[in-house]
């Protein structure tokens, strides 16, 4: 079996690399709105399988495509990537001093029609933040393309993420070992070791 990574994320290009799994990345443009009915973990997964469904009639028999998709929800809140920098400023403003949850849905398709969805959440907290430490970071890290507006790799992860129950892979866009688990279900051939 061979894997298809349907992700521009550098981030989940590394951690798919740092599993040891060879991969090929294959990009389409796929719309990432969500019924408004849809809540928290349910957005993830609904956006990753529909994201899936681009590539389906493309798939190999011999192919397994993986897709993502990560949320930011501020209690019932859905925080997806900001439109602007002030949007972004807005979303920070409205976390920091917070706990939220990040939610990555994932969809596994084989070629021959198997398909797995999951997800997985993690709760984050997030120190107070001054205005000041919001704009230096939007301004300096350009987070537009990340969900709530922020990266807990980069520089706003360093002084401001307090405390994580589950996960940090999953905040940084791919819970690995729950992909792990799963991949060794559908396709352990792909797997090292």
Known sequence: MRLILASNSPRRRQLLSDLGLAYEVRL????????AHLQRAEVAEYLAAHKAS????????????????????????????PE????????????QSRAHDVYTGVCLLTG???????????????????????????????PLDKAGAYGAQDWIGLVAVTRLEGSYFNVMGLPVHRVW??????AGDLLPG
């Not at 389409?28 to 019924?35: L, M, T």
């Not at 688990?181 to 559908?186: F, R, Y």
Request: aromatic share 8%.
């Open 54 to 81: 681009a590539y389906r009639a493309d798939l190999q028999a011999d192919e397994v495509l993986l897709t993502a998709d990560t949320i930011v929800c501020l209690d019932e809140q859905v925080l997806n990537k």
């Open 181 to 186: 688990e799963e991949l060794s279900k559908l």
């Open 112 to 142: 021959d029609g198997r398909e797995v969805v999951f997800s997985d959440q993690t709760r984050v907290h997030f120190r107070v933040l001054s205005e000041a430490e919001i704009r230096h970071y939007v301004r300096q890290y350009r």
């Open 28 to 35: 389409k443009d796929v719309d990432e709105s969500f019924p």
């Open 84 to 95: 602007d920098d002030e949007d972004a400023v807005r979303m920070l403003t409205l976390l």
